[in-house]
């Protein structure tokens, strides 16, 4: 049975290992494509309550369910805190 694309993992090197992205400098692997919003929900941030960059273009919070992420996109991402 051959798995979906997105399931399958990928060849490198000596090992299997799953797709990667850049979030906050630290390769992270994820199941991809998948879009901005899984992707946070799947790290444990909550989507509104964090800022996102990917590749260099800010992100409203309302595209954070439709951009797509590939494989090696870059993320920086900042939890908004509040305080005085």
């Known amino acids: 049975m051959k798995l979906p694309l997105r399931l399958r993992r990928r060849w490198r090197g000596c090992e299997w290992a799953m797709p990667q992205v850049i979030a906050n400098g630290q390769s992270v692997e994820a199941v991809l494509p998948c879009t901005v919003e899984e992707f946070l929900v799947a790290q444990k941030f909550y989507p509104r309550s964090v800022v996102v960059e990917l ?3 800010a992100l409203a919070p309302s ?7 590939q494989e090696g996109d870059r993320l920086e991402i900042v939890k908004i805190v509040a305080g005085g």
């Open 55 to 57: 590749n260099g273009e």
């Open 63 to 69: 595209e954070f369910g439709q951009r797509r992420l």
